[in-house]
């Protein structure tokens, strides 16, 4: 029998928030003899025991690959599989499940949009609109793309907290604009972008819009349908599921126009030496054999996500963001970096002239695990006018105490550096 | 203090020793030299390290003055300080001698095998060896010198830590 239709596990539905940091069992070991305070999940984040069981019994009990054998296990996995499709598609909202397609994550996903959405109808004096704070997968696809094609890449400016004015946006968008791409939230900042009112002047203009969520599916509820949003792209490992899955959410009449990214098994109906006729959605842009043990990650992830409801991880992490601004706002020496007034669960900092990569070492040493350095987002950095930044980035599991182990080590390292 | 904290902050103490703070906070030496004969950058796209290093060779092939400029961090940039003043008045042969002891030395790979790493005295340089500990920070402590390798075989080039 699958596995595939298990419901969630009710019982752990309104389960308090603050329990949840149990269910991660990588959270349960300490770094250099300190309980370990992990700061690091705008990076990559940890997965629950639900995940990694999910994962472990398919492995264990149902492997075999997918829509393909006759057999049971096949099945199985074609059924785990395509349940998965099933939670995403619940997760985010989307009205059909042939809108979501599994791809490697966020950066494969915009590259697919870039390749086998614009770049069939591209041309020179053709314009594609992003900002200034996109993570590099958000900018170096629609380089390639412009390249290819002899369309101009036009960067909208931030501010000097991070954010983005949807007004200078909106100013941009001309009859020359193909597509809009842009983050929900900054990974280096943590600013939340205004992307209904971005989206509703876009679709005003008949510009599709593409959004980068990989940093906002763990922390916002997102519903694409009321977002209207043409794109949304996401990965697994930031929301609690393996690497090397994740999302392209698209709306079904863009994918029908789209020729195929690549070409290979699964994602044809006929293949003759005279021509190959494609398979429906999704599988169209599903070639070869997918990563099937990360979907099933992902799937579970997404019923973990749910079953915990996205609204109050919301109101967890904005509490711990609030108290994690203060006390390192408290802090002699500090300058925050990214201080829009809507953000979520990241707060970027440097501390008196301290490179950030010796603040990393220290807190390391402390068992405080944050990331440090541009963050892939090297315009930003270039912006701020600084190499880097030192981040703590927060997710469901954090508590204020992982915030107090952070200062107190943030105090040791002044102390080494005094 | 329990003796487990006491042998941490010892740790630490070992990586940011006086001498390499000190030579962060006012490295020496900093700046382009406008003669140089020749330079080599390197850069550790991880962490955004980035050092330009200046030497002026002489035709008998002493190095007769070393600059260098860039951001960094503490051990990076220390470690360029220490570097200028240590090969200052060296032959690029000595240099070289140098550059592989300091290598091998701050991986902790000197082995029998390579004695004449063991045998040279790095002097101030051993201030460095902290890092031995930090294995995410050896390439910061070696940047500099990968930069003087590169600068003295193949002029102008950029080395990077990956
Ligand atoms: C905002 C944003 N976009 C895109 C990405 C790229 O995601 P991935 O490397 O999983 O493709 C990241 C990950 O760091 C991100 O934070």
């Given at each position: 029998m699958s596995h595939a239709a298990k419901a969630p596990n009710r019982s752990t539905e309104q389960r308090p928030i603050e329990d949840c940091r149990a269910d991660f069992p990588v959270l349960a070991q300490t770094i250099n003899g300190e309980p370990l305070v992990y700061l690091d999940s705008a990076a990559s984040s940890q997965a629950p025991g639900v995940v990694i069981d999910a994962v472990a019994e398919y492995q264990r009990h149902d492997h075999a690959n997918v829509h393909r054998g006759v057999h049971t296990l096949s099945h199985r996995a074609t059924d785990l599989y395509e349940s998965a499709r099933d939670a995403v598609q619940e997760f985010i909202g989307?009205?059909?499940?042939?809108?979501i397609v599994f791809t490697r994550g966020t950066t494969e996903s915009i590259n697919l949009v870039a390749q086998s959405f614009c770049r069939p109808t591209l041309g020179a004096g053709d314009r594609i609109l992003i900002t200034h704070l996109e993570h590099h997968s958000n900018i170096v696809p629609w380089q390639i793309v412009c390249e290819q094609t002899g369309a101009e890449l036009v960067i909208v400016p931030i501010d000097s907290s991070g954010q983005v004015d949807p007004q200078e946006l909106i100013e941009k968008m001309d009859d020359r604009v193909r597509i809009v791409a842009i983050a929900?939230?900054?990974?280096?900042?943590g600013s939340i972008l205004p992307l209904t009112e971005i989206i509703q002047a876009a679709h005003d203009r008949d510009i599709p819009v593409l959004v980068d969520g990989a940093q906002a599916v763990p922390h916002l509820a997102v519903d694409v349908q009321a977002l209207d949003v043409d794109f949304y792209a996401f990965s697994g490992h930031k929301m609690f599921a393996p690497t090397g899955i994740g999302i392209l959410y698209a709306k079904e009449t863009h994918l029908e126009a789209m020729p195929p990214y690549q070409g290979g098994g699964?994602?044809?109906?006929e293949v003759r030496f005279e021509g190959t006729t494609y398979n429906e959605l999704p599988y169209k842009f599903e070639a070869g054999t997918p990563n099937i043990s990360g979907a099933i990650g992902l799937g579970a992830a997404a019923r973990y996500l749910a079953s915990m409801g996205l609204e109050r991880i919301a109101a967890h992490e904005n509490r711990l963001l609030a108290y994690l601004t203060r006390r390192l706002a408290a802090i002699n020496g500090i300058r925050l970096i990214g201080t829009a007034s809507n953000k979520a669960s990241v707060q970027s900092f440097l501390l008196d002239d301290i490179h950030p990569h010796d603040i990393g070492t220290i807190l390391d040493h402390q068992g405080v695990a944050i990331r440090t350095g541009h963050h892939c987002a090297m315009p930003v950095m270039d912006f701020f006018g600084i190499p880097g930044t030192a981040r703590a980035s927060l997710a469901l599991y954090n508590n204020e105490e992982d915030i107090d182990r952070l200062i107190a080590a943030l105090a040791k390292t002044q102390e080494i550096f005094a | 203090m329990s003796e487990k904290n006491e042998g941490k902050a010892a740790e630490l103490r070992e990586l940011y020793r006086e001498l390499i703070l000190e030579h962060a906070r006012s490295p020496r030496h900093f700046g382009k030299l406008k003669d140089a004969t020749h330079s080599a950058e390197g850069i550790n796209p991880l962490c955004g390290d980035k050092l330009k290093m200046y030497f002026r060779i002489l035709k008998n092939g002493r190095i007769d003055a070393a600059c260098f400029e860039g951001s960094g961090c503490a051990i990076s940039v220390a470690s360029a300080s220490l570097l200028t003043d240590t090969v200052i008045g060296m032959s690029t042969a000595d240099a070289l001698q140098f550059f592989s002891a300091v290598i091998s030395r701050l991986s902790g790979r000197?082995?029998?095998?390579?004695?004449a790493d063991t045998v040279i005295d790095l002097g101030k340089i051993r201030a460095l060896e902290g890092v031995k500990e930090f294995p995410s920070r050896i390439k910061c402590a070696s940047l500099a010198w990968h930069a003087l390798n590169s600068a003295i075989h193949c002029n102008d080039q950029t080395v990077s830590t990956e």
């Open positions: 989307a009205g059909r499940r042939t809108e929900h939230v900054s990974n280096a900042l699964d994602m044809i109906l | 000197s082995t029998t095998s390579d004695d």
